[in-house]
C-alpha cells in the first residue's frame, strides 16, 4: 500500500477546534467561488459541497449536501449538476481520486469548483522554521503539509476526465506580532501539522527561538509586524458533454493569423 502522507485522526480533531472567527481563509475561497459562478451563465439546482469544515460551508450555501472528504466521498453518481471541493483538497491523500469521485458525480455538463490551499501558503514561515531547526537539531522534520504548484493542476484536472479545465490563484497576505501569534491562528484555524510522517515529541523552545529571530530579520511587513502569505488555488472543470466547445483540428484553420492581426508574417531565422 501507498503511504498516507495526512494523518486523518490528527487532521479530525484539528478541525474540531477550529474557531468561527478564524476561517479567514474560507471566507476568501466562498468569494471566489461566488466570482465564478458568477461568471457562469447556467444556474444549478442539484449542489454538493466536499469539505472539512461542514457548518461554515453550509450556512453559506444552505440549499447544499454537504458531504466529508473521507477517502471514499459519500456521492451519488449523475446526481449533480454543481459541486463544490473546499479547503481540503490541500490534505488529501489521492486529490486525483478526489476529482475523480466529483467528476463521476456529475451530470453531464456539470461543474466542479475546488478551491485549497497552494504551494506559496505560509513560505515564510517554512523557510524561517526549516533553517532554525536545520541550526539548532543539524535535521528536519516535516511540518507543513506539500502543496501542488499552479503548473501542476490543469493536469489533475485533465487526469479526473474533466473538460475545460482552467487554473488560478490569489495571495493573501497576514500580519501577525510574532511565530507564536501565527502560530495560534493556524491552530484556531484547524491547519496545524497533520502529516502522517511528522515528529510527535515537542520540538525545542530553541528552535521556536531561532525561528522567530529569522522570519523577524526577512519577512517584516511595513507595519513592522511578520508577514504570512496564504495562496489560495482555485481549480474548474466540467463534466463532458456534446454541447461544449470543442478545440479545432490541426491543419483546419480558414485564415492566416497574420491576416486575422492585420500584420506582416516574417518566416523564423534557421
Same mark, same amino acid.
Given at each position: 500500500?501507498?503511504?498516507?502522507?495526512?494523518?486523518?485522526?490528527?487532521?479530525?480533531?484539528?478541525?474540531?477546534?477550529?474557531?468561527?472567527?478564524?476561517?479567514?481563509?474560507?471566507?476568501?475561497?466562498?468569494?471566489?467561488?461566488?466570482?465564478?459562478?458568477?461568471? #457562469?451563465?447556467?444556474?444549478?439546482?442539484? #449542489?454538493?459541497?466536499?469539505?472539512?469544515?461542514?457548518?461554515?460551508?453550509?450556512?453559506?450555501?444552505?440549499?447544499?449536501? #454537504?458531504?466529508?472528504?473521507?477517502?471514499?466521498?459519500?456521492?451519488?453518481?449523475?446526481?449533480?449538476?454543481?459541486?463544490?471541493?473546499?479547503?481540503? $483538497?490541500?490534505?488529501?491523500?489521492?486529490? #486525483? !481520486?478526489?476529482?475523480?469521485?466529483?467528476?463521476?458525480?456529475?451530470?453531464?455538463?456539470?461543474?466542479?469548483?475546488?478551491?485549497?490551499?497552494? !504551494?506559496?501558503?505560509?513560505?515564510?514561515?517554512?523557510?524561517? $522554521?526549516?533553517?532554525?531547526?536545520?541550526?539548532?537539531?543539524?535535521?528536519?522534520?516535516?511540518?507543513?503539509?506539500?502543496?501542488?504548484?499552479? %503548473?501542476?493542476? !490543469?493536469?489533475?484536472?485533465?487526469?479526473? !476526465?474533466?473538460?475545460?479545465?482552467?487554473?488560478?490563484?490569489?495571495?493573501?497576505?497576514?500580519?501577525? %506580532?510574532?511565530?507564536?501569534?501565527?502560530?495560534?491562528?493556524?491552530?484556531?484555524?484547524?491547519?496545524?501539522?497533520?502529516?502522517?510522517?511528522?515528529?510527535?515529541?515537542?520540538?525545542?523552545?530553541?528552535?521556536?527561538?531561532?525561528?522567530? /529571530?529569522?522570519?523577524?530579520?526577512?519577512?517584516?511587513?511595513?507595519?513592522?509586524?511578520?508577514?504570512?502569505?496564504?495562496?489560495?488555488?482555485?481549480?474548474?472543470?466540467?463534466?463532458?458533454?456534446?454541447?461544449?466547445?470543442?478545440?479545432?483540428?490541426?491543419?483546419?484553420?480558414?485564415?492566416?493569423?497574420? /491576416?486575422?492581426?492585420?500584420?506582416?508574417?516574417?518566416?523564423?531565422?534557421?
Amino acid at each position: 500500500m501507498t503511504a498516507q502522507m495526512t494523518d486523518t485522526a490528527a487532521l479530525a480533531l484539528h478541525r474540531a477546534r477550529a474557531t468561527p472567527d478564524a476561517l479567514f481563509l474560507h471566507d476568501a475561497a466562498a468569494d471566489e467561488v461566488q466570482d465564478r459562478l458568477e461568471m #457562469v451563465n447556467k444556474s444549478f439546482s442539484d #449542489v454538493a459541497i466536499v469539505t472539512g469544515f461542514p457548518d461554515y460551508w453550509a450556512q453559506r450555501f444552505p440549499d447544499a449536501k #454537504v458531504v466529508a472528504d473521507t477517502d471514499t466521498l459519500d456521492l451519488v453518481p449523475g446526481e449533480h449538476d454543481l459541486i463544490l471541493h473546499m479547503m481540503a $483538497l490541500h490534505w488529501a491523500n489521492d486529490p #486525483v !481520486g478526489q476529482l475523480i469521485q466529483c467528476r463521476r458525480a456529475l451530470r453531464p455538463d456539470g461543474l466542479v469548483i475546488a478551491a485549497s490551499l497552494g !504551494g506559496d501558503t505560509l513560505q515564510e514561515l517554512r523557510r524561517a $522554521l526549516g533553517d532554525a531547526e536545520i541550526a539548532e537539531t543539524g535535521g528536519l522534520s516535516p511540518r507543513i503539509a506539500p502543496m501542488p504548484e499552479l %503548473r501542476d493542476l !490543469g493536469g489533475l484536472l485533465q487526469r479526473a !476526465g474533466l473538460a475545460l479545465p482552467v487554473a488560478d490563484t490569489a495571495i493573501l497576505t497576514a500580519e501577525y %506580532r510574532d511565530i507564536w501569534h501565527l502560530m495560534r491562528d493556524l491552530r484556531a484555524m484547524g491547519e496545524t501539522n497533520a502529516l502522517a510522517a511528522r515528529h510527535r515529541k515537542p520540538t525545542s523552545g530553541r528552535v521556536f527561538e531561532r525561528a522567530q /529571530d529569522l522570519y523577524a530579520q526577512h519577512f517584516v511587513a511595513a507595519s513592522g509586524r511578520l508577514r504570512a502569505s496564504f495562496e489560495i488555488q482555485v481549480l474548474t472543470g466540467w463534466a463532458p458533454d456534446d454541447s461544449q466547445p470543442k478545440p479545432l483540428r490541426p491543419g483546419s484553420a480558414q485564415q492566416r493569423l497574420a /491576416d486575422a492581426l492585420s500584420t506582416d508574417e516574417n518566416p523564423l531565422r534557421d
